[in-house]
């Protein structure tokens, strides 16, 4: 008996001493291998904005050789999520965190850290064929709470997006339950549904309908931009106007969202080297060529000469 009990003894320190060395082993859900210019890290962004921070990412790794940045694209549900559950530590949304998420964060004695580099606009779209170019903000809330035309059919990206949150907001519903109104799996499906029904009325990100990527550019030629009119804007209550930067820049045009960077690394690192390229000039200037509104507007240097 006290042979057997010594080799269940040694048996059970065995396996826990080989629990414990394949705890040591276990890979972390993020790389902490980084600093500023170097290094690898993971970030989770909305997949909203998967057009822009691609062109950002490729100019950002051709300036930083060194350093990699792989973005894992979620709907907004899912990224915040991600970030809340420790599995990275950086997120990249259209929306700061609320009172509540930032105590999660900061309850792990870690800092939160946002910086807006860009505002987007909320395109309305429909098809070329389609012989509506207006709508006024009043309109549109009537037609997303069921007060509006039923038979017209109204289509955005995924029920846990970004997009479908803002507009939620926007309407002061909780929820989008009439029968003409779809959610689709992403702006792509958005942009291929509306380039083939005249009667629908697509919703999507502006960032969609610039410089597109020829998988979906041939949606994009068959849809063309609504104008919005915002009833109780003081300057302009009789003016439509469609998204630009200067109608964004001018509050012009009423459907409108940051892009902010939420970095909770509490470290100098990749996160904070790649929020500091966003914010730079050749960072802006990528968001000024995609269409949408620089956070802040890169100046144009002109050399002026006395003689020629």
Same mark, same amino acid.
Do not use: C, M, W
């Given at each position: 008996m006290k042979i057997n009990f010594n080799g269940k003894l040694l048996f059970f320190a065995l396996l826990l001493l080989a629990g414990l060395q394949a705890c040591k082993q276990k890979p972390a859900k993020f790389s902490t291998d980084n600093d500023v210019k170097s290094g690898t890290a993971t970030f !989770? @962004?909305?997949?909203?904005?998967? /057009?822009?921070?691609?062109?950002?990412l490729y100019i950002y790794s051709s300036?930083? /050789?060194?350093?990699?940045?792989?973005?894992?694209?979620?709907?907004?549900?899912?990224? !915040?999520?991600?970030?809340?559950?420790?599995?990275?530590? !950086? @997120?990249?949304?259209?929306?700061?965190?609320?009172?509540?998420?930032?105590?999660? #964060?900061?309850?792990?004695?870690?800092?939160?850290?946002?910086?807006?580099?860009?505002?987007d606009a909320i395109a309305l779209i429909v098809n070329t064929a389609s012989n509506d170019t207006s709508i006024t903000v009043g309109q549109l809330k009537k037609l997303l709470t069921g007060q509006g035309d039923l038979n017209r059919t109204i289509v955005f990206d995924n029920p846990n997006s970004? *997009?479908?949150?803002?507009?939620?907001?926007?309407?002061?519903s909780k929820g989008f339950?009439?029968?003409? #109104?779809? @959610? *689709?799996?992403?702006?792509?499906?958005? *942009?291929?549904?509306?380039?083939?029904? /005249?009667? @629908?009325?697509? #919703?999507?990100?502006f960032s969609w309908l610039n410089d597109p990527d020829k998988d979906y550019a041939g949606y994009v030629?068959?849809?063309?931009?609504?104008? !919005?009119?915002?009833?109780?804007?003081?300057?302009? /209550?009789?003016?439509?106007?469609?998204?630009?930067?200067?109608?964004l820049v001018l509050k012009q045009y009423p459907l409108s969202r940051g892009l902010y960077m939420i970095n909770c690394t509490s470290k100098v690192g990749l996160a904070m080297g790649f929020a500091k390229f966003l914010g730079s000039q050749p960072g802006q200037r990528i968001i000024l060529k995609s269409g949408l509104l620089p956070d802040s507007i890169p100046t144009r240097e002109i050399s002026i000469k006395n003689k020629f």
């Open positions: !989770v @962004a909305d997949a909203s904005f998967s /057009p822009i921070l691609d062109q950002e300036l930083t /050789p060194n350093a990699k940045v792989n973005v894992v694209y979620k709907t907004e549900n899912e990224a !915040v999520n991600t970030l809340l559950n420790d599995s990275v530590r !950086v @997120a990249i949304l259209s929306r700061d965190l609320t009172a509540d998420e930032r105590a999660v #964060i900061t309850k792990r004695t870690l800092s939160v850290e946002t910086v807006r580099f860009a505002i970004s *997009l479908v949150r803002y507009l939620k907001d926007f309407t002061g339950t009439q029968k003409n #109104i779809y @959610a *689709l799996k992403s702006n792509k499906e958005v *942009l291929k549904y509306v380039s083939e029904h /005249p009667d @629908a009325l697509g #919703i999507t990100g030629e068959k849809v063309k931009v609504v104008s !919005v009119r915002d009833e109780s804007n003081k300057q302009y /209550p009789d003016t439509y106007f469609k998204p630009s930067q200067e109608s």
